[in-house]
């Protein structure tokens, strides 16, 4: 008899229970997602799958569920484990007891500097995490031409992987640009992938664009910032994915949306969340509790959390308390709360013990920051004349705008202006490729003085420094080649604080709990530094990002997103 038809025979046994169930919830009231209702009974478990639900059964191990309430596990619909600084072992021991049992990343930040190394290493990662860890192929590697990478994925090297059984399909495609004009490259990867599950990245898209974008088979969107936008997406069939990250907050904006007749058309997601925001705060369960607050119907949320985030993607296995379902089951004390006890993962509970089973792939991307050292005088920004473009951050968001503002003018060069809140922003190309480097201002960091380094930059992750003082700068930029990369302040030729990221230069190799630990120090180096941003790492990633409107800077220099063209300093 082959395992599986042995396993299917025992689920029969224990669902009629004619024989004992591998793991029971006694006594417990559980939310029905179908029909909105609380439910009362017991839930068998045989394996990784539920066989009985409403019945009263016996369980070779029993959970006293009394008091608690079950609900389905959580489903983040979109996020870069890279963005929360710590190897997928770690997000996963992070994330899986705040009730995300299943995951669905992108891992385009490491494949944009490893190439198809960094995708190995997340999908043998993927088959060893207790969470359901699926993988997307990153389909923007690099993301435009505006930028330098430190690999290319084309559509020969991504097919390969498209029957791996962690892959759902392809990731964001984000190069919208290059689908309306039909760059060859990219009409490429659409072609490959057709019939398949494509991830869509769609900011401000409307009308047209909208319209066309969706005609190549892309089915879903995490950019969306706007009700009126997400209603124009929702009409026109794009599935609306509600995204609340560290430093992109999209939850009380959209909130407003969520009904249910809309439910089964939207999902949750947190793109980049840190682990000290995940300690504080929570991951998809976070949202759930916002959003209910917010004033959004509490089974309507549960709902688009869990199976309509699961049919989204094709999971038709999970979302639901009801026999025949995974048993990706959340326990909480309370509903509206979304207070977590204790959490099931394909019929596991979570524990120290389930973590320590597991057999993780050694790290990669050790010493990745091929940059030489820079020098004081490699952040001057010639200019024609005073007045010119300047990036302006949206706090909480990753669109910036276009401004045009006059700076002081002296020699030839554009400079500082802390009256208006102007600092220099540079980026070095950091993969020994080019040695380019891009210039320019940006306002809204509140940077009194001294300058913050970092080998995050979406999406090639290039070394992005900001700051008023040309040395300071310098210094922490080659302090964070020493390191390998990570992030570093740094004021009056001092360092003052700083976080080694070597894997990658986007990741640490050490816990979840010591990660948290250096970003509240930095926060707090920050905070002294004049900066008041909630989040101010992650809000300087994404100055390098040409996908996003309206003003972005690669090693290449400014770019125009609208246009999509680079513009002089």
Same mark, same amino acid.
């Given at each position: 008899?082959?395992?599986? %038809? ?51 059964? $016996? ?7 009394? %008091? ?40 385009? =930040? ?72 039909k760059t060859p490259e990219v009409i490429d990867k659409i072609e490959a992938f057709w019939g398949a599950h494509i991830d869509g990245h769609a900011p401000l898209m409307k009308g047209y664009e909208l319209n066309a974008y969706l005609a190549c088979g892309i089915r879903n969107c ?13 009409? $026109? ?191 070095? =190309? ?15 960091? $509140? ?76 926060? %707090? ?45």
């Amino acid at each position: 008899m082959s395992a599986l %038809r042995q396993q299917i025979e025992r689920g029969i046994d224990q669902g009629l229970g004619r024989d004992v169930a591998d793991l029971v919830i006694k006594n417990t009231r559980f939310l029905n997602v179908v029909t909105g209702e609380i439910a009362q009974g017991d839930i068998a478990i045989c394996g990784d799958r539920i066989v009985g639900t409403y019945e009263s059964y $016996k369980g070779r191990r029993e959970i006293d569920g009394r %008091r608690l309430i079950a609900v389905p596990g959580f489903v983040d619909c979109h996020l870069h484990v890279e963005s929360s600084l710590v190897a997928p072992a770690e997000f996963d021991r992070c994330a899986l007891p705040r009730g995300t049992t299943t995951a669905i990343c992108d891992p385009h =930040e490491m494949c944009n500097v490893l190439g198809k190394q960094g995708l190995d290493f997340f999908l043998e990662s993927a088959t060893a995490t207790a969470m359901d860890l699926r993988v997307q192929l990153s389909s923007c590697v690099p993301a435009t031409h505006l930028e330098t990478a430190g690999a290319t994925l084309s559509a020969a090297d991504l097919t390969p992987y498209r029957n791996h059984p962690k892959v759902i399909g392809l990731a964001e495609f984000m190069n919208a640009p290059g689908i309306f004009h039909k760059t060859p490259e990219v009409i490429d990867k659409i072609e490959a992938f057709w019939g398949a599950h494509i991830d869509g990245h769609a900011p401000l898209m409307k009308g047209y664009e909208l319209n066309a974008y969706l005609a190549c088979g892309i089915r879903n969107c995490h950019e969306t910032t706007s009700e009126a936008e997400a209603w124009e997406k929702l009409r $026109k069939g794009m599935q609306v994915f509600i995204r609340e990250g560290s430093a992109c907050k999209d939850l009380h904006a959209l909130a407003p949306i969520i009904n249910t007749r809309t439910a089964p058309f939207l999902g949750f997601c947190t793109d980049d969340r840190n682990p000290l925001d995940i300690a504080e705060e929570g991951h998809i369960d976070h949202l759930i509790r916002g959003a209910i607050k917010a004033g959004a119907p509490m089974a309507d949320v549960y709902r688009l959390a869990t199976w309509s985030a699961a049919r989204g993607f094709g999971l038709t296995d999970r979302g639901l308390i009801a026999p025949g379902q995974r048993a990706d089951i959340v326990l909480l004390g309370d509903l509206d709360d979304c207070a977590v006890v204790q959490v099931i993962a394909g019929g596991r509970v979570v524990d120290d013990e389930l973590f320590a089973a597991r057999q993780m792939p050694l790290p990669v991307g050790y010493n990745s920051v091929k940059l030489k050292p820079v020098r004081a005088e490699d952040f001057r920004v010639p200019a024609s004349g005073p007045t010119g473009p300047v990036i302006g951050i949206r706090e909480g968001q990753v669109l910036t705008d276009f401004l045009t503002l006059t700076l002081p003018y002296k020699n030839g060069e554009r400079l500082v202006d802390l009256a208006q809140d102007v600092i220099k922003v540079c980026v070095f =190309e950091r993969h020994g490729r080019r040695g380019s480097v891009g210039r320019g201002f940006v306002r809204g960091l $509140k940077l009194a003085r001294g300058a913050i380094a970092s080998s995050i930059g979406h999406d090639s992750h290039n070394v992005c420094v900001v700051g008023s003082v040309d040395s300071d700068m310098a210094l922490a930029v080659n302090r964070q080649i020493e390191l390998g990369g990570g992030f570093v302040l740094a004021e009056g030729g001092k360092i003052l604080a700083e976080m080694p990221l070597p894997l990658a230069g986007l990741m640490s190799d050490h816990s979840f709990e010591s990660v948290a630990m250096q970003i509240g120090a930095l926060r %707090r180096a920050v905070r002294n530094l004049g900066c008041p941003l909630a989040e101010p790492f992650l809000q300087m990633a994404f100055l390098p990002l040409p996908v996003i409107p309206h003003l972005k800077i690669t090693d290449l220099g400014l770019v125009d997103v609208d246009k999509f063209e680079l513009v002089a300093a």
